[in-house]
């Protein structure tokens, strides 16, 4: 497609459930991020790749967080033993140079841990 | 520390009228870079305009204005004959790295616009 895809949009999980989120950048953009976003809140970083080099994971909130993106290309965000706290829209965002250029962000997968 | 603030949480006006959108940064670097995202509800952050500090003209495109102020630090976002369409949460952010304009944005609270008919 044209845009970034974001998968599932919604999902609703029981605390101590993994899940997995998936992101499919534009094709041939070279970085991909992905964001925490609480209701009413903005985006907050969680990671960043670089092809399929993670450059940054500083804001992985915790252990039980795990992103990876093996080929470059589609990026996998998983969340491991989920608690009500990781309750929010993550969001991924890609662009096509590494240094430069606006971020095309995807609709966000909405995660509700009951 | 870097931060920034809206501190509009919500604004609703009637269709046609001009609304500004404030924000005001804090940032110890002399060079960085300013964003606004425009979030309907469908979930997607939408570009809208990156100025860096060193620009403080002033930008307008179409109905949409900007107006760069280095001494109060301020990067207000105005809209002109306000439409339903331009209903959405609007962030500013900010970025103090040189090299990596969008990486590690420091971002605002958002203000929800409401236009209605």
């Known amino acids: 497609g044209a845009g970034v895809s974001q998968s599932p949009r919604y999902k609703v999980a029981k605390r101590g459930q993994d899940v997995a989120l998936r992101c499919d950048p534009i094709?041939?953009?070279?970085?991909l991020f992905w964001y925490q976003q609480a209701l009413g809140q903005g985006p907050e970083f969680l990671t960043y790749f670089q092809n399929e080099a993670q450059l940054d994971k500083s804001g992985l909130p915790s252990d039980r967080f795990f992103a990876e993106r093996p080929e470059g290309s589609v990026s996998t965000l998983k969340i491991q033993r989920t608690q009500q706290e990781d309750s929010a829209v993550y969001l991924c965002a890609s662009r096509w140079d590494a240094n430069t250029g606006e971020l095309f962000f995807g609709e966000g997968s909405r995660l509700t841990v009951l | 520390a870097q931060k920034v603030t809206q501190a509009q949480t919500e604004i609703s006006v009637v269709e046609k009228e001009d609304v500004t959108l404030d924000c005001v940064y804090e940032?110890?670097?002399?060079?960085?870079?300013l964003f606004w995202y425009k979030q309907p509800p469908s979930g997607e952050l939408v570009f809208l305009i990156r100025r860096n500090s060193f620009d403080e003209q002033n930008e307008i495109s179409g109905r949409y204005s900007w107006n760069f102020q280095k001494s109060t630090s301020s990067f207000n976002f105005t809209i002109t004959a306000s439409q339903v369409v331009d209903s959405a949460v609007y962030f500013c952010a900010l970025s103090e790295s040189v090299l990596d304009s969008n990486y590690q944005l420091i971002w605002g609270a958002g203000t929800k616009l409401i236009i209605k008919p």
């Open positions: 094709s041939g953009h070279v970085s």
């Open positions: 940032t110890r670097d002399t060079t960085y870079y």
